[in-house]
C-alpha cells in the first residue's frame, strides 16, 4: 500500500467506510428498474495455463450482499481502427 494514501483523509474515511479491492459484482438485485442491492465476491488474480493475462476467479465463500439504491458502471474503452483516444460515454 502507498504511504501516502494510508495516511490520505476523506469523507469516507470520516464514515468509518473501509474499501474492498479484488471484487467482482455477480447480481443487481431488486424488481424491474429498481435497485435494493449488489450481489458481490470476492476474486484473486490468476495467471492462464501459459502464464499470461491474469484472470479474476472467484474465491469459494466469499460472496457478500451490499444494499444499493444507485449503481455507476464504468465501461472499459478499447481502441478502434487507427485512432490512439479513449472517448467517455
Known amino acids: 500500500m502507498c504511504y501516502a494514501w494510508a495516511l490520505m483523509t476523506s469523507h469516507a474515511h470520516e464514515e468509518e467506510v473501509r474499501p474492498r479491492f479484488s ?10 428498474e429498481t435497485l435494493a442491492g449488489l450481489r458481490c465476491a470476492e476474486v484473486e488474480w490468476k495467471k492462464d495455463e501459459q502464464g499470461r493475462n491474469a484472470v479474476p476467479v472467484e474465491k469459494v465463500g466469499t ?27
Open 23 to 32: 471484487v467482482i459484482t455477480k447480481e443487481f438485485l431488486g424488481a424491474k
Open 63 to 89: 460472496e457478500f450482499t451490499v444494499e444499493a439504491d444507485m449503481a455507476i458502471l464504468a465501461k472499459r474503452q478499447e481502441k478502434t481502427g487507427g485512432s490512439h483516444l479513449n472517448y467517455w460515454i
